[in-house]
Every structure is written in structure tokens, then in C-alpha cells.
């Protein structure tokens, strides 16, 4: 059962004591403790510190290699060499100023879902801009002997370096109980539970959920029970306070607007994050626009469809992908044909029937994972759907460990490499590399009205949201808003980061 607290608790301090010994999570406590005594530091204060390390030592590295390959090509005395090395490690703090003003350094602590991925068109442009600036510079002055082959190789090893030592600093922030944010969620209906469950199942977020801020029941959810309640939003500023929390997100869509508007300026005195769940947040996209009007601040949706020209540009992408993976896996293919037929007997190849674009059904391409005579055994092994629980949702169909996948099956699907032969529907134009879930017949039947809409203008795609998000884990109506708002808001940059996000989820294995 969820503790409820009341008012006073946030001005009783041995009411608190009591409540953070008795009720709050170990880690929570631990996360206080270290937060007033000083000795975990907020998030913001590691991961800056971190990346720009990561920085300087990526943009040293990039240089001091740029030199070494020039120096072999062209006459360059260790004199001329010392002073370009000098002039260059003078300027680092200028590279890390310039990466500061553009906003690499500031996401991580404000933006839960952020990657070096979304750094990545930034970081692209300070090293163009900065390795031309260097160029301009030494020319001008004299100072340096810079030349095309170092210029160019100092640009791509940067690029390089500062995106694999970012990609690396992150990881070793998300070891640090540092990187940890505690957080408070105001709200106790549908929403806020919602929250909470996103926030549970994404610990690469770094949330650490203290408790739940409101009046109202809160939605009964065996997955969050033992959460603690505080019943006043009223003393919010002083939990804010008292927890070091670091985060509050207002879940509270039936809030009136001016205790809302009260609640985010009695905030303002804290040093906190926070995060405002929109009203209509089931029809807006993390890509939505935002403009004003005389200062006062819209969220602009587009029209929901595409141009043709879109359309061109990402079947373009997708026949070049397709036929570029179909090569170069090649080899990988047979070796995971020879390994299916060994293990067991049957056909290589899986096709299964599939909705596609515009109500259309096609056979999807993979390769065989489970016994040949799985589709007649699927009746004796119905009972291990681990949908068909109490508080599982019957419209999907997923069996852990399920005894018909054979052995070689267990480790293809562990990478999805079972689902890499679907190359052949993209380049047939069946599927895209990026799309919604393609959904068996079963499944599809349970999309209607407006979640038709996913698959009216773009094909079902190999990867997409709910694959990277979730998969399994992510529940059937929030699979398909996924898909819908990643249709209606569509852009190539969006599909490129969703193929990008895809390889570390591939390599990190997952469940079968």
C-alpha cells in the first residue's frame, strides 16, 4: 500500500525523520544523505564536467594524430611543430566555451531521453566551423603550416573522438549514483501513473521516483505500490527542499490553470527541473513546434500528412539502406542459414502474413527461430502468454522463454538478427527501414479509428519507436499512439535518430 502523508509533514522534521526511515526507499535515503552531506553532486555538475573532458581530450587527440600523419608527407621542422602544438593547446578552452555556447553541455540535466546522438549535428558543426577558424588563423599569422591533409584529418578524427568520448562519458555517468535525479510527481490519477510506469521501466533515464504529490486516489497499479503519497500539494516547495529533489513532474491535466501557474512560480525559488505534462499530450510529439504570438507561447502541430516529395526522399533512403545491408550482410546470412539448418530440421526461412500501408496485408521475411510444427503447438503453450495474467492485455501475445524456439532461434532472436532478412521486404517495397510495428492480423484488428491513421501514409517499418522505447514492455494502446505520433510527425532527421538509437539497442541484447 502507498503511504499518504499530510501537510504538515513538510514543516514537522521529526515527522520526516520518521517517514524517510520508515517509508522511503533505501536508495532514496542514501541519495539525501549524500545530497545534504555533499558528497553526490547533482547531475548537471558530473555530466558537464565529463563531457568536457571528453571534449578536450577527443580534440587533443584529433590534433596531436592530424600532426603525425602530415608530418610524414610534408618537411616540417620540430620547431614549427612545437608551435602549432603551443598555439593549439592555448585554444582548448576557446573549443570548450564554443561547445558551451552551443548547448552541449546543458541537456543532460534538463532532458530525461537525451543522447549523443541528438549532440551529434553539433558537435558536426563546432569542429567545421572551429577547424576552419584554426585554418583561417594560422594562415593569417603565420604561426602554423596548415595544410588540406591536416586540415581534413584533424575534422574527421574530431568529429570522431569527441562523439565516442561523449558516448563514453555518458555511460560512466550512468554508473554514478550522482546522475541519479529524485523526483516528484504532482498528480495521483491516470496520468501520473503513467508517468511513474515510464519512469520505472527506463532506468537509463535516472530517475529515482521518490513519491507521488495530490489530493486524489491514485489509479490502483500493483507495479506501484509502496510509493509514497503526499496528500498537499500546497507544501510542494518545502518537500522540494527536504527530499533534494531534484525533479518534479506536474502529471495533472485537471489542475485549474491558476493553482498550476501558483504551483511552477513557488518553484522558481528551488533549484529544480521541471517538467509539465500538456494538456492534449496523447496528440503532441517530443518534435512539436513552439512559437508565440505577442509573447504568448503556442504548440504548433503540423498538418498530418506528407508531400510527395517527402514520401521520394525517404523511399530513397530506404532502397539505398536495403540494397547497401543486403551486401554487406550477405556473408552473415549464410553463416545464420548453415547454423539453422544444423540445429534443426525445417526451412531456413519464416513468413508470416503482416497489415501493411494502407490496409494492404504482405508476407514479411526472417528467418526461422522456433521448431517447424510451432504454429501447431501454439494451443498447448497459450497458457505461458505472459498477457494472459491477471493485469496482462490480451490482445498481444508474448511467451518468455517460449519451449518451441530452438537454440540458435534463442541467440538470433536475443539481437534481432532474425529480422534483419526483412532488408528483402524494403527493398520490395513493403516495408521502410523506419515505421510503425508491422502487426499480425490478430493484433490489427484491435486498431481503429483514428490509430488507422499509422499506417495510411508510411509503410511499416524494421525499426521504429516501440522497438527502441520498449518493445514488449510497452503496452498495446501506447504502441500504437507511438506509431501515431511518429507518422503525423515525421521527418528524416527523426527516422536517422531512430536507426542510430536502434545499434545500441541490438547490441545490449534483449529477452526473448
Not at 573532458?53 to 580534440?59: M, S
Not at 503526499?230 to 489542475?255: C, K, M, T, W, Y
Not at 506528407?306 to 543486403?326: E, I, N, Q, V
Not at 550482410?329 to 545464420?336: D, K, S, V
Request: glycine content about 8%; aromatic content about 8%; overall charge positive.
Amino acid at each position: 500500500m502507498s503511504a499518504t502523508v499530510d501537510q504538515p509533514l513538510a514543516r514537522d522534521g521529526e515527522v520526516l525523520a520518521d517517514y524517510l526511515n520508515g517509508r522511503v526507499s533505501e536508495r532514496t535515503r542514501d541519495l539525501i544523505a549524500g545530497r545534504s552531506s555533499g558528497s553526490l553532486r547533482p547531475r548537471g555538475w558530473l555530466v558537464r564536467r565529463t563531457l568536457a573532458a571528453a571534449d578536450v581530450i577527443g580534440l587533443a587527440l584529433a590534433f596531436v594524430i592530424a600532426e603525425l600523419i602530415s608530418a610524414r608527407s610534408t618537411d616540417i621542422t620540430r620547431i614549427s611543430m612545437g608551435k602549432e602544438f603551443a598555439c593549439f593547446f592555448l585554444t582548448l578552452p576557446l573549443w570548450i566555451l564554443a561547445a558551451h555556447l552551443y548547448g552541449l553541455y546543458r541537456h543532460d540535466e534538463e532532458r530525461t531521453d537525451h543522447t549523443t546522438i541528438d549532440d551529434f549535428s553539433g558537435v558536426f558543426h563546432l569542429v567545421t566551423v572551429g577547424t576552419w577558424l584554426v585554418f583561417i588563423a594560422s594562415a593569417i599569422s603565420g604561426i602554423g603550416s596548415p595544410n588540406l591533409e591536416k586540415l581534413v584529418s584533424f575534422w574527421i578524427l574530431a568529429i570522431v573522438l569527441m562523439t565516442t568520448g561523449r558516448v563514453s562519458g555518458r555511460a560512466a555517468c550512468r554508473r554514478s549514483a550522482s546522475y541519479l535525479q529524485n523526483t516528484l510527481v504532482v498528480g495521483a490519477g491516470s496520468t501520473a501513473s503513467l508517468i511513474a510506469r515510464k519512469i520505472r521501466r527506463h532506468p537509463e533515464y535516472g530517475l529515482n521516483l521518490v513519491g507521488f504529490v495530490g489530493e486524489d486516489s491514485i489509479a490502483c497499479d500493483e507495479n506501484l505500490e509502496g510509493t509514497a503519497r503526499f496528500s498537499s500539494i500546497n507544501a510542494l516547495s518545502s518537500l522540494v527542499r527536504q527530499l533534494e529533489v531534484d525533479r518534479v513532474i506536474i502529471a495533472h491535466p485537471g489542475i485549474e490553470r491558476e493553482r498550476a501557474v501558483d504551483l511552477v512560480r513557488s518553484l522558481r525559488d528551488t533549484v529544480v527541473q521541471i517538467d509539465i505534462v500538456p494538456h492534449l499530450y496523447e496528440s503532441l510529439s517530443p518534435s512539436m513546434d513552439i512559437h508565440s504570438i505577442e509573447g504568448l507561447p503556442l504548440i504548433g502541430l503540423r498538418p498530418a500528412r506528407l508531400a510527395r516529395s517527402s514520401l521520394l526522399l525517404k523511399r530513397t533512403m530506404d532502397l539505398t539502406l536495403s540494397a547497401l545491408g543486403l551486401i554487406v550482410l550477405a556473408p552473415l546470412f549464410a553463416l545464420i542459414a548453415t547454423a539453422i539448418k544444423l540445429d534443426s530440421r525445417g526451412p531456413v526461412f519464416f513468413r508470416q502474413v503482416r497489415m501493411g500501408w494502407r490496409d494492404k496485408t504482405f508476407r514479411i521475411f526472417k528467418f526461422r527461430t522456433m521448431c517447424a510444427d510451432a504454429e501447431e503447438r501454439k494451443k498447448s503453450v497459450a497458457h505461458l502468454n505472459s498477457h494472459a495474467a491477471p493485469g496482462g492485455d490480451d490482445r498481444m501475445y508474448k511467451i518468455p522463454d517460449d519451449p518451441r524456439v530452438t537454440r540458435v532461434g534463442r541467440f538470433l532472436r536475443r539481437f534481432s538478427l532474425d529480422e534483419l532478412l526483412q532488408l528483402l521486404n524494403v527493398l520490395k517495397g513493403e516495408m521502410s527501414m523506419v515505421g510503425p510495428r508491422p502487426l499480425i492480423l490478430e493484433e490489427d484488428c484491435f486498431v481503429s479509428n483514428w490509430a488507422r491513421h499509422r499506417l495510411k501514409d508510411l509503410k511499416p517499418g524494421i525499426t521504429g519507436p516501440w522497438q527502441v522505447l520498449g518493445r514488449h514492455e510497452i503496452p498495446f494502446e501506447e504502441m500504437v499512439e507511438l506509431d501515431y505520433r511518429y507518422v503525423t510527425t515525421w521527418s528524416l532527421g527523426g527516422d536517422l535518430k531512430l536507426v542510430l538509437r536502434t545499434v545500441p539497442v541490438l547490441l545490449r541484447g534483449h529477452a526473448v
